[in-house]
């Protein structure tokens, strides 16, 4: 891995961003991390911080709390700008469409502009979601999506889609150098239980004891990968000399019902399998091609299902064991099993 000397990683403090932070601090970056923290947590990002604290490797590590759709308030130089601030999920981006909207669209331009001012190389998060309810599969970067852009749901494919041309646009007028990564479904410890994706919802759902819920008859697929892989894929990508849009997903396809029977295996749970009204958009199918990752990468997921299964599963039971704070009963959001307008992904 290149070792970057000043990163900037707007949503840092988030599920996937606070890998990110981990792995660029463990190879030697310092790292400005920029979150509002709407659906991150300083407790992702506590070890950092506190061995920031003991003078430790931490040292490297800041966090600055500011909504990036209103400008970034840090100051260069960074020799990367990692752009990952944005609803993620579901119900997230649903109960907040304009802040979705304007990470997407502002928040992007001052990231943007801030590499630009910095020389710094930029890295858009993007999503599978730019494929929307997809007409080809598997998705390869070459097809251009089959997106509602007046759904519910457009707030954030819609965004990502605006994200990605806003950052070609300035790789193509020699402003900035862009990299582009497709993030496909990812899982792991950290993603909060009160996320309303797929796979935190089901493992939650199994360790209460409540009702796992499937939306329609559970027979669309997703492709899960498991995070590591993903920062790794990300950290490639970010080294390479590939703008993309290049694919980081785990291509192994299964069914929303089949998982959730894995997940009710695995934790050995009572919780019996219920069924819901699949939402509008739902996407029913989704798989990621990754030749161009594999080839132009040298990337490929590592973790299969079982293994990633096994190590998010103990995160969980330890964050939702009695006396734990792990936020699952906050008064701010719905429970996993609550979500109305938007299926989990
Ligand atoms: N995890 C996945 O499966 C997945 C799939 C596709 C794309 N992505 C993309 O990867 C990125 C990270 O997703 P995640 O899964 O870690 O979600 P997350 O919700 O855990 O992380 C997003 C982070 O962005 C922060 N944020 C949101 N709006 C902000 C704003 N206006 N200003 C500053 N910070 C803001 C949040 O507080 C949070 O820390 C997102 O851009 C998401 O669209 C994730």
Redesign the pocket.
Known sequence: MVSWKRVCV??????????LCDALVGAGSEVVC????????RS?VAALLEARGAGGSGGRFSLIE?????GIPVEGPFDAVL???????PP?YLA?PL??L??GSS?TLNALDLAGRCGARFLL?????VYGDPAVHPQTESYWGNVNPVGPRSV?DEA?RFSEALSMAYHRLGKVDVRIV??????GP???PR?G?VLSNFAVQALSGEPITVYGDGSQTRSL?Y?DD?VAGILALLDSDVTGPVNI?NPAEITVLELARKVIDATGSASQIVFRPIPEDDPTRRCPDIARARELLGWSPRVDLEEGLERTLAYYREILAPGSASGLFAPDGPGPGDKQAGAP?
């Open positions: 707007t949503g840092g403090a988030g599920f996937v961003g606070s890998h920029v979150d509002d923290l709407s659906s991150g947590s992702n500011a909504d990036v759709a209103g752009h990952l601030a944005s609803a993620a999920s997230e907040r802040e979705t304007a990470v928040g998060a993007s999503t599978s979601e954030y990502k497709r993030i496909f479904n990812t899982y950290r993603l909060r996320d994706r990968c995070v993903e997903g992904r």
